[in-house]
């Protein structure tokens, strides 16, 4: 069964760097895009980007432009997300959810998939 | 502010039909995909393009779609259909995705 199971739980400190990775089993990997979303308590889901783990190639929101980065690393069926120059305004559980068989990009947007989520909490 | 608009809240009574919208101007081009999310879990695709449901999804959901404005209907609410609903699709530049800001749905 497809699964994709997410790392766990992190507290940073502002101004640091945090990577939630996200391990995809029970299909081709490299066949379905992953995106990110997140979700701040009590608020709604924000979507945050995509990666291809074809080819590599990535599509990010504007908000997150020069801060995440995705990347993969297809011997372990796994993508990453790191997000730098973390501030309180980014504690939020963040999830990883697969796009449809072998469509790529912002098109792709019906996500069947999701992690169980990582809560990344951002406090001195 | 997000460019998909839903009612943030909306109430049904037990085994009555409801309709949660989702408006935006991508909608005229694109589908929406819904999704519903109980307290503490994980979202659940439970309708997306013209109007298909994923394995598992009761058919007392469906979708619909009409100008600028996307609609997931519940027929026959049940309980457990009590949770937060998004809608998500391309935003109106295409490149981007967006979710709606969701819909706090109650069953009476």
């Known amino acids: 069964q497809v699964q994709l199971v997410q790392s766990g739980a992190e507290v940073k400190k502002p101004g640091a760097s945090v990577r939630v990775s996200c391990k995809a089993s029970?299909?081709?990997?490299?066949?379905?895009?992953i995106n990110w979303v997140r979700q701040a308590t009590g608020q709604g889901l924000e979507w945050m980007g995509w990666m291809n783990p074809n080819g590599g190639d990535t599509g990010y929101a504007q908000k997150f432009q020069g801060r995440v980065t995705m990347t993969r690393n297809t011997f372990i069926s796994t993508v990453y997300m790191e997000l730098s120059s973390l501030t309180s305004e980014d504690t939020a559980v963040y999830f990883c959810?697969?796009?449809?068989?072998?469509?790529?990009?912002?098109?792709?947007?019906?996500?069947?998939?999701w992690g169980q989520g990582t809560l990344v909490t951002v406090s001195s | 502010s997000s460019e998909l608009t839903q009612d943030p809240a909306v109430s049904v009574a037990l085994g009555q039909t409801v309709r949660i919208t989702c408006q935006g101007d991508?909608?005229?081009?694109?589908?929406a995909s819904w999704y519903q999310q109980k307290p503490g879990q994980a979202p659940v695709l439970v309708i997306y393009?013209?109007?298909n449901r994923p394995s598992g999804i009761p058919d007392r959901f469906s979708g619909s779609s009409s100008g600028n404005t996307a609609s997931l209907t519940i027929t026959g609410a049940q309980a457990e259909d009590e949770a937060d609903y998004y809608c998500n699709s391309r935003d109106s530049s295409g490149n981007h995705v967006v979710f709606g800001g969701g819909t706090k749905l109650t069953v009476l």
């Open positions: 991508s909608l005229r081009t694109y589908y």
């Open positions: 393009g013209k109007n």
């Open positions: 029970g299909y081709t990997f490299i066949s379905y895009d």
């Open positions: 959810a697969r796009g449809p068989k072998s469509c790529t990009g912002a098109s792709c947007y019906t996500f069947d998939y």
